[in-house]
């Protein structure tokens, strides 16, 4: 048996220790990963716009209020091979996060979101309004005009009013405003073409504008969702008749901003092409973001002999045949009261 020589003994050595080395420092990877990153506040937020290089994007992370050594981040997101999967977008870290979770936040595109509320019967003007005290919501719609944005959305010369869905609607931060309305637009645009292809047969309506200005009608005027479908049955009735609406949400729709809260007689006389008194048949356009319910009660309504109905003072309604059992549900109701 031959004995090595010293320099072969050298290089097995050093070779040993380098394994040694490797492993250890491999050993010490694996831990670090898995450890909670110190923050510099409770909540660490980056933007990352498309394009940016991984090594930016750990620099940025640094500068946000990680506190580790940017290289070596970056050589975390390179080692893991998913560097160059890194996805745009806004993304937040709270105590406890790791270099493992902040890639895979990442990667997986898991963005911190935000939600905006947009409530039925709200009309295009409040929906507006509400956008823009949205957080993180980039306003891009707020200098278009309403034939502006609707042709921005791909219906040019369709009236806002009634053509988007009321829903939560979450969002990545920083998206803009319009691509919160192509959702509710899409939105309602698919719900009212279900409610519409599963209408019950014989209803006086032309078209599913025609249901939509109806549901639009009945989301203002219903106190409680149980009488929504007689409410809705009620309208029907009239407009099978040719008697007139006779109802005081399209009328004040028709006053719009300046209306305060005081409807009155003279405004009930006041021909508008919204005052359902002076005109019969529907107004040109919803009068409101109708809700689903609201979309199949007009679509299928309760069956009724009713023309006429009266709030209770209790959310409800009473529903009557004639104008003799309604003028005395008035006095019961309304002119009774204190």
């Known amino acids: 048996m031959t004995a090595k020589t010293p320099g072969v003994r050298i290089v097995a050595g050093l070779f040993l220790i380098a394994l040694v080395a490797v492993a250890v420092l491999a050993g010490w ?4 990963i898995e450890q909670p990153l ?4 409770a909540q660490v937020e980056l933007s990352i716009e498309p394009g940016t290089a991984p090594r930016e994007v750990a620099q940025r992370w640094v500068t946000a209020g990680v506190r580790v050594s940017p290289e070596l981040l970056y050589q975390w997101f390179r080692w893991s091979g998913d560097a160059r999967r890194i996805r745009a977008g806004t993304y937040e870290i709270e105590k406890g996060a790791t270099p493992r979770t902040l890639l895979a936040k990442m990667v997986q595109g898991d ?10 019967g709200w009309t295009f003007r409040q929906w507006r309004a509400a956008l823009t005290q949205a957080p993180h919501l980039k306003q891009a719609a707020a200098s278009l005009s309403e034939m502006e944005l609707m042709t921005a959305l791909g219906a040019p010369g369709i009236p806002a009013e009634g053509r988007f869905f009321p829903d ?7 998206v803009s405003d319009i691509a919160v309305l192509q959702r509710a637009h899409a939105a309602m645009r ?3 073409e279900s409610a519409w292809s599963q209408r019950e047969p014989g209803l006086p309506l032309k078209s599913a504008d025609e249901a939509l200005i109806l549901a639009s009608i009945v989301e203002k005027e219903t106190g409680r969702p149980s009488d929504r479908a007689q409410i809705a049955g009620v309208f029907l009735n009239r407009l099978r008749i040719g008697m007139p609406l006779q109802t005081d949400p399209t009328v004040i729709y028709g006053i719009g901003p300046q209306f305060d809260g005081n409807l ?3 405004d009930l006389q006041t021909d508008t092409p919204f005052n359902t008194y002076t005109r019969a048949g529907l107004p040109p356009t919803p009068i409101s973001m109708p809700g689903m319910a609201a979309l199949n009660a007009a679509t299928n309504p309760q069956p009724t002999k009713a023309l006429y109905f009266v709030a209770r003072g209790d959310g409800t309604s009473a529903f009557s045949e004639n104008l003799a059992d309604h003028n005395r549900a008035v006095n019961q109701f309304q002119r009774s009261r204190p």
């Open 190 to 192: 698919r719900r009212l």
């Open 29 to 32: 990877a694996f831990w670090w």
């Open 168 to 174: 939560t609607y979450r969002y990545s931060r920083g």
């Open 111 to 120: 963005e911190a979101m935000e939600s905006v509320r947009l409530i039925e």
């Open 264 to 266: 009155r007689r003279r």
């Open 38 to 41: 110190r923050l510099a506040q």
